[in-house]
């Protein structure tokens, strides 16, 4: 591999939606990296037709002469990561493998309009009175209201009620799997301990046995017919920090509980367990530092920010006794209480003191963050 054009933003191709790279290789020679990678952007209010000559297209584009290596560089075929070469060369102090653990959030098997429910009313007999999301996801169900035992009622929290520093939930979630056994409830169980709401499920049983997700049919097959999957204890776990799968950039946040309940996240979210809020906090806090996001930029394409990251983003374990830890875990807790009131100049300051400490800790200079920072901004 020679050189790279990057021509995804400017899209060539008329009504096709690929993405669109020029490579230029020589037969019978290895790759040395960094290699170099212009990235094509258009700009602001450009529009680029594709009968353009190149003479035309060029003042209607910027062009950033960047470097590419593998962001694993012991896995040549690891997915490359895209930077200024100084920048590349700062974030070898930052990439490489955390010492925490991402999962994936709760999968109903493609047929959330079942699962997925909103409270309509809680009664005196402490019955909750519930209606499924009928009409969420590509597959549409009748609608129910009925009474049900509230046991497996959780706050729901899915990918769009996600943003930098917030999240609340805006629906409920019936999560039918046992985390301890990873397998549906047993059904002579759910008769006697929980008979309304196996009598909600009883009347989507013939959906929920055509879902399409293997795994899930799988399960169904093992437990019962309303089988999740993606559950386990880390599921229930007191505090978590998620993230959306499909972001532009890293979008985190701690979430904890309401009500008593853990907040459940959906499949489009990823997670990470914590029994402390302190620690929790403290994940975020270097996850959203400027520094992890353009990691996580300069290599995700953004519909894929997966559990991954956090194989690729070096996080050490928390150090309750440690000041810097305590002061990153600090400011990640201000700029949620600051963007819960919308005070975003305030939370630019918080954020700004976040990428300082993430970079003390981290061990890059004031220069490599300044570095890291106009590359980020390069590809906002």
């Not at 397998?183 to 008769?191: H, I, L, Q, R, S």
């Not at 996850?287 to 992890?292: N, Q, R, T, Y």
Request: hydrophobic share 40%; net charge neutral.
């Amino acid at each position: 591999m020679v050189h790279v054009d990057d021509l995804v933003e400017l899209n060539p191709f008329e009504e096709a939606a690929n993405r669109t790279a020029v490579f230029v290789c020589q037969k019978g020679r290895e790759t040395k990296y960094p290699v170099p990678y212009t990235l094509w952007r258009r700009r602001k209010r450009a529009r680029i037709g594709v009968d353009l000559a190149l003479s035309e297209v060029g003042g209607l584009v910027k062009r950033a002469n960047l470097y590419a290596q593998p962001v694993n560089e012991a896995e040549p075929t690891s997915p490359w990561i895209t930077a200024r070469q100084r920048a590349l060369k700062a974030l070898g102090k930052v990439i490489g493998e955390s010492e925490y653990q991402a999962r994936a959030g709760s999968y109903t098997g493609g047929l959330n309009g079942v699962h997925w429910v909103r409270i309509l009313d809680k009664r005196p007999d402490g019955l909750v009175v519930i209606e499924n999301l009928h009409d969420v996801g590509r597959i549409k169900v009748k609608r129910v209201q009925m009474a049900v035992e509230p046991d497996l009622v959780y706050p729901l929290l899915r990918g769009r009620d996600v943003m930098r520093w917030r999240a609340t939930p805006s629906a409920h979630i019936i999560v039918s799997q046992d985390p301890n056994t990873r397998m549906a409830y047993d059904e002579n169980w759910m008769k006697i301990n929980l008979p309304q709401t196996y009598a909600f499920f009883k009347q989507f049983e013939r959906e929920l046995w055509t879902r399409k997700s293997q795994v899930v049919r799988d399960l169904m097959k093992k437990s019962a017919f309303y089988a999740m999957y993606a559950v386990a204890n880390y599921t229930f776990a007191p505090f978590k920090v998620v993230w959306r799968e499909q972001a532009a950039f890293l979008t985190t946040a701690v979430i904890g509980s309401v009500e008593g309940k853990p907040i459940i996240p959906d499949h489009k979210l990823m997670l990470v367990p914590f029994d402390n809020e302190e620690e929790a906090h403290y994940v975020c806090a270097l996850l959203s530092s400027s520094i992890a996001q353009f990691v996580v930029k300069s290599y995700v394409v953004e519909v894929s920010t997966s559990t991954h990251v956090l194989e690729n983003i070096r996080i050490s374990k928390y150090d309750f006794a440690n000041p810097l830890h305590q002061e990153l875990a600090a400011l990640s807790q201000r700029a949620h209480e600051l963007a819960a009131k919308d005070e975003k100049e305030k939370l630019r300051d918080v954020e700004e003191e976040i990428d300082e400490k993430a970079a003390q800790l981290w061990g890059l200079t004031g220069e490599e963050l300044r570095e890291i920072k106009r590359s980020l901004e390069e590809l906002r």
